[in-house]
């Protein structure tokens, strides 16, 4: 029997900025807006949706204001609670990418899973921290320490990965030795700075690794940091490295599709990704 996924990506702009609100009205004008979408998944039965990269702020990261530090909470948390009753509201897994305060000074870039029950599964938190162009996440993030966790949610395998972690390969190889048959690249990234790559990159990890990835990107400018024209282009890629669905530059949007995890088994059958691998020949290639 063919194992048939409905997924979700949810990519939106910003309802409110700096200068329009406290940060906590900030943040909880996201989350209305990102509310009906979710209702609207839910209605569509979307089996798995993931949301974009810190998806109830904005990409502060331009700046570098010690102020967006209050907008981190713990996870699991108030957001993700919050999330926990959609997803136990619609029978549906959801990947919520948030700003996550461990402890006091220990903050990090991080997305929990839900599972379709509401049941907290867990979380992953962003590995590769950019500090060039405009991107000052060390300021803000430290570098994750859990490593590449796969969770086994009511439908599928799911790992993440957090946008400028897909520009490198060893972590996605790790999520799939671990067995992950989606992986959900949730992402704020700009024209001018990976455009060209944002459509390469992903279709050859899940070439390179045998599973399907979700890539999500916010839209519009996001003032008063003005880093450029975030460009959407939400997208998902299958194992053969086809883009089968593919969201707008420019437009808040649900994109749903469906695929069959099936054709995982087909493609490793085929090409043998994890039988054929040689690592007692690649050395040491972690060395600092």
């Excluded at 050859?204 to 024209?229: D, Q, S």
């Excluded at 299958?238 to 599709?257: C, Q, Y």
Aim: some cysteine; glycine content about 10%.
């Amino acid at each position: 029997m063919a194992r048939i996924v409905k997924s979700g990506l949810i990519q939106l702009s910003l309802a409110k900025t700096e200068g329009e609100g406290t940060i906590p009205e900030i943040m909880e004008a996201m989350v209305q807006k990102h509310i009906p979408y979710i209702e609207e998944a839910g209605k569509q039965g979307v089996q798995i949706l993931c949301f974009q990269e810190i998806f109830n702020t904005p990409y502060f990261c331009p700046g570098q204001d010690s102020a967006w530090y209050a907008s981190a909470e713990s996870v699991p948390g108030p957001t993700t609670e919050r999330m926990q009753v959609y997803a136990k509201k619609y029978d549906m897994v959801i990947v919520v990418p948030v700003y996550e305060k461990d402890q006091a000074g220990v903050l990090y870039n991080t997305a929990a899973v839900i599972d379709a029950d509401g049941t907290y599964l867990g979380k992953y938190r962003k590995n590769h921290i950019p500090q060039t162009g405009g991107f000052w996440e060390k300021f803000f993030f430290k570098p994750g320490n859990l490593g590449y966790p796969v969770f086994q949610t009511k439908y599928a395998k799911v790992g993440v990965y957090i946008c400028y972690d897909r520009h490198f390969p060893d972590g996605a190889r790790c999520l799939g030795l671990n067995g992950a048959e989606i992986v959900y690249n949730p992402s704020a990234t700009t024209v001018g700075q990976s455009q060209n790559l944002w459509k390469l990159e992903q279709p050859a990890h899940a070439v390179a690794n045998g599973y399907f990835m979700g890539c999500i990107n916010r839209v519009g400018i996001e003032k008063p940091w003005n880093l450029g024209r975030f460009y959407g282009t939400s997208y998902f890629v299958n194992p053969l490295g086809e883009i089968f669905a593919t969201a707008s530059e420019d437009k808040d949007e649900l994109l749903v599709a469906e695929f069959d995890l099936d054709l995982i088994e087909q493609i490793r059958s085929k090409w043998q990704f994890y039988r054929d691998r040689r690592p007692e020949t690649y050395g040491e290639i972690t060395a600092p």
